[in-house]
């Protein structure tokens, strides 16, 4: 029957991208511009599924922190944001901290996701360094001149994952290790207090 | 802004210029660490909450209502407008700095956009893939050697350094439209920059929000974002993320992944 052809024919077409979207993360192993390509493609695809998705903006959010953790290397992210402070944490301290940073984060960038609308990511580069790799691309977002955003992505957490962003040559881990640090400050070096504090902020 | 106020500001931000230039520098091996040099930062943060206040009652919703009133188009237009007059004074900066050919494009964009592009404001020269061109006198300084000096917060203009403050001065008082014999307005660069700067303050209203109010520290995040960003304009050393500050798993503090 045509009906079920079809029917067969999407699934399979279906079937066909999910694998070569599981296949994703080892193609990058030899990352080259191809590869970089493409996981930058992902993401930027993955968060526009959420956009599109239409659902509250809170629930969205939600959906960005899920993307956060399933493509960025949150635990050193993390620990490079709370910078020396670190050392004096304790393990429970740390994973708590780790947690509301990631929350923080969904909430900080994901709640001006309407600025991302209908905005693509185009691929420039892609060259080693120490870390891993360094992925240049051209933003274009409506309204707005295009501009520069650097992504280093590195596999020493076990996984090809992002580890930091450039834009327009401005580093977010530095950025968020100041206001993690000012955060720290406000609440006289308390981490517990500061854990509360992104928690309640995000 | 009649001529003497003109001068009157000139000299004021002239003479707070020079003296900030004049006076603390900073050692090699922090400056070549990428470290925040920073010895005004109580003057610095009082303009800063100065700047705060124009902005929260002044000039952010005067650029709200600008974008919401304006249509886009008429806003970027405005800004193509700004932006063509200050392309003879960008050529010469480009000529200072012995970049004949970048001064070339400025001054054909300029050309371009004033004659097909309704006296700038079009941008037809984009269209002619003629490429973009933004330098300025803090570039030329940066190109003869002159360091970046100490982080200021200039009143009204924001985060600048020594150097780049020194070359708003100068830049102002070069601008070769100025000297035009048959002016049509005085003044109209300033004006028309103005105009631009509200543009902006209301295109990228929800990035500067969060920077100034949103953040823990405006101040702190203002000087960070604004040193990076100028420091990668003017072609930094992007191996930095080699370095300490830009590799958190070579972070001395890190030992996640270490052994």
């Not at chain 1, 740390?94 to 984060?105: D, E, V």
Request: aromatic letters at 12%; proline letters at 4%.
């Amino acid at each position: 029957m045509p009906s079920s052809f079809l029917t067969r024919r999407t699934f399979l077409t279906t079937g066909l991208a999910l694998s070569a979207m599981a296949a994703l993360p080892r193609q990058l192993w030899a990352l080259t511009e191809t590869g970089a390509r493409s996981l930058v493609g992902s993401v930027v695809g993955d968060i526009n599924k959420v956009i599109a998705s239409g659902k509250s903006e809170s629930a969205m959010i939600r959906d960005f922190e899920k993307i956060f953790v399933r493509y960025a290397d949150v635990n050193i992210m993390a620990r490079y944001a709370l910078g020396v402070d670190g050392r004096r944490a304790s393990p429970g301290q740390l994973r708590a901290f780790t947690g509301a940073f990631q929350g923080y984060i969904a909430n900080k960038y994901g709640r001006r996701f309407r600025e991302f609308i209908g905005g693509t990511v185009e691929v420039q580069s892609a060259r080693k360094i120490k870390a891993g790799y360094e992925i240049k691309s051209i933003a274009k977002l409506q309204g707005q001149a295009p501009f520069e955003v650097t992504f280093l992505v590195s596999d020493k957490s076990g996984k090809e994952k992002f580890f930091n962003m450039f834009i327009e040559g401005v580093n977010l881990l530095l950025t968020e290790r100041t206001e993690i640090g000012a955060i720290l400050d406000r609440n006289k070096g308390d981490i517990d207090k500061l854990i509360a504090e992104l928690k309640r902020i995000s | 802004m009649t001529f003497l106020m003109r001068r009157l500001f000139g000299l004021t931000l002239a003479a707070s210029v020079t003296v900030l230039a004049g006076c603390a520098t900073q050692d090699s091996v922090s400056r070549a660490s990428g470290e925040v040099f920073d010895p005004y930062e109580q003057t610095n943060r009082s303009i800063h909450n100065f700047n705060r206040g124009v902005d929260r009652y002044a000039f952010r919703p005067a650029a709200k209502g600008y974008v919401t009133v304006v249509p886009p188009d008429m806003v970027r237009s405005f800004n193509y407008f700004a932006e063509n007059l200050s392309m003879p004074g960008q050529a010469v900066n480009a000529l200072l700095q012995g970049n004949l050919k970048e001064s070339g494009i400025a001054l054909s964009r300029f050309v371009v956009n004033t004659i097909f592009g309704i006296g700038g404001l079009g941008d037809p020269a984009s269209d002619f893939n003629i490429p973009r061109v933004d330098t300025n006198f803090g570039e030329t300084l940066h190109v003869w050697g002159v360091g970046e000096g100490a982080y200021v917060e200039l009143p009204f203009f924001g985060p600048s350094t020594a150097r780049d403050g020194a070359g708003i001065v100068v830049d102002f008082f070069t601008n070769p439209i100025g000297y035009a014999t048959n002016n049509p307005a005085d003044n109209i660069t300033a004006y028309a920059e103005v105009v631009r700067r509200l543009g902006d303050r209301g295109t990228y209203s929800d990035t500067i929000d969060s920077i100034l109010y949103e953040s823990a520290d405006s101040y702190a995040q203002a000087r960070l974002i604004y040193l990076q960003n100028r420091r990668f304009e003017l072609g930094g050393d992007q191996s930095e993320y080699e370095g300490v500050y830009g590799d958190p798993y070579s972070d001395p503090y890190e030992d996640l992944y270490a052994e």
